[in-house]
């Protein structure tokens, strides 16, 4: 029963004899109606949206989330419903939204030997939908792991002027930044935007004075020289991550930066805290703030 790490069609297993009926429903997990996967295999976003598609059928187009995944996309619920772009009126379910979207020459490509929406077709269809932050944050992840810049969405919605949610989608993409490497880091930038601050750079090289790169910082502002760090759960239960970053730290101030460290309590409890702790070494540092 090897060899079934990826979603497929029960009923062809079975018909080819490769599989029982018994041991289809004992050691398998069926996703969509007919699709089924092996207990032992994980079900993430991308391995949802491979189901999605083979139940759709090849006519199918993935889109959101689920061409987001296949595109490399990280940090997607796998309980996220998977989304399909499909011609005629087809019945969406609590785990897969199906689509009646129109599809433009150049909007679709093939991964895996998957039709999929382009990264911008994927973009222009999640910031159209969601709310405000997490679009943000989809579509930052997006730009992250394929490279798409905000540009280019812009430029797919100026195909389709009579779109549902064009206004919500160009509201948020002046905020969109690839250079964001998790949600956190995104919320970080948010908070810091949306109280007014000036818009920090992202992945800030640092350079010590031999002329070496051995740093990257998530936010900051060059010009006064003050960066912003989202610490997560591994730089502070990871020994060896600890002590390097305790190591980075004081190289990085003795170049004369200042480093606001965020961590989740202060960010999602306390943003108020967090931008006045900014807003205090922006001033010092001189900024008009």
């Known amino acids: ?13 079975v018909a080819d004899g490769l599989l029982t009926q018994h041991e289809l429903y004992h050691d398998f997990a069926r996703i969509y109606q007919g699709v ?7 079900l993430t976003a991308a391995v949802r949206a491979r189901a999605a598609w083979l139940f759709a059928g090849p006519d199918a187009t993935l889109t959101g989330f689920s061409a987001a995944a296949l595109h490399g996309s990280t940090w997607i619920d796998p309980g996220e419903p998977a989304e399909v772009i499909r011609e005629g009126h087809h019945r969406s379910t609590t785990k897969l939204l199906v689509h009646d979207f129109r599809l433009e020459p150049g909007e679709a490509t093939v991964v895996d030997g998957i039709r999929t929406a382009t990264p911008a077709r994927a973009a222009f269809d999640l910031g159209r939908r969601l709310p405000r932050i997490p679009a943000i944050v989809a579509l930052d992840a997006l730009c992250s792991s394929t490279g798409l810049k905000p540009e280019e969405i812009a430029r797919l919605a100026e195909r389709h002027p009579r779109a549902r949610g064009l206004v919500r989608l160009r509201s948020i993409l002046p905020d969109v930044d690839g250079g964001a490497e998790s949600p956190p880091e995104t919320h970080t930038r ?8 000036p818009r920090p750079e992202t992945q800030i090289v640092i350079v010590d004075n031999d002329g070496w790169e051995f740093a990257r910082s998530d936010l900051g502002w060059r010009e006064w020289s003050v960066l912003v760090e989202y610490d997560g759960e591994h730089h502070w239960k990871d020994r060896r991550q600890r002590a390097w970053d305790i190591e980075r730290l004081a190289r990085i101030e003795a ?32 900024a008009p703030v």
């Not at 089924?36 to 994980?42: A, Q």
């Not at 948010?190 to 601050?197: F, N």
């Not at 606001?260 to 540092?285: F, I, N, S, W």
């Open 190 to 197: 948010l908070v810091i935007v949306d109280a007014g601050l």
């Open 255 to 286: 170049l004369g930066w200042t480093v606001v460290r965020v961590g989740a309590e202060l960010l999602y409890d306390r943003p108020g805290d967090l931008v006045r702790r900014v807003r205090g070494k922006l001033r010092a540092a001189g």
């Open 36 to 42: 089924y996967l092996s207990k032992r295999t994980e």
């Open 1 to 13: 029963m090897g060899g079934y790490d990826a979603p497929f069609l029960g009923s062809h297993a």
